[in-house]
């Protein structure tokens, strides 16, 4: 009899474990059903539909005036043709390059114009400073192209150069 009792204890108690355990996948079960009937089954009025609609568009915050004009296309001025010795010492090198530059609108293009020879200068003064090793490689050329950028931006009193381009670009070993 204890034999029978010792047997009847494990079994009674895995029948209670049992039942717990499919209590609790009932539960989760009817969780996710309830879950899945408002996200994806319960379709909302279309009044709330147009209202969401609505609010979504005048949510949306819209970007500064600067970023509006910097994804426009810009203006484009030519800056003219540049034939300037590099800083090499063991030979002689030289670069001739064609740079366009373009800005945001006309008022800076304006300011351009009006500073040009401030801007050749500091264009000839930049390139003339670099060696062949710096401008030999096209990631060398875009390094390049940013300091243009940063230097002839300072000279504007509140810059506007969005970028500098390159339309010709030789250098030249004597």
Known sequence: MAEEQ???TPQGGGKKKLLIFGLLFLLLLGGGGAAAYFFF???????ENVNAT???TEEKPKPPPELEELSKP??????????????DTDVQRFVKVSV????????????????????KDAINDLIS???YKD???????ERLKIELLKRLNALLPEGGIKAVYFTQFVVQTM
């Open 135 to 141: 401008v030999r490689t096209p990631e060398g050329r």
């Open 74 to 87: 810009g203006i484009f001025v030519n800056v003219g043709d540049f034939v300037v010795n590099l800083a």
């Open 129 to 131: 400073s670099k060696y």
């Open 54 to 56: 609505e609010n979504a």
């Open 41 to 47: 089954l319960k379709k909302s009025s279309p009044e």
């Open 100 to 119: 366009t530059l373009e800005v945001v609108n006309e008022k800076v293009q304006n300011e351009v114009n009006q500073m040009m020879p401030a801007i």
């Open 6 to 8: 010792k047997q009847e």
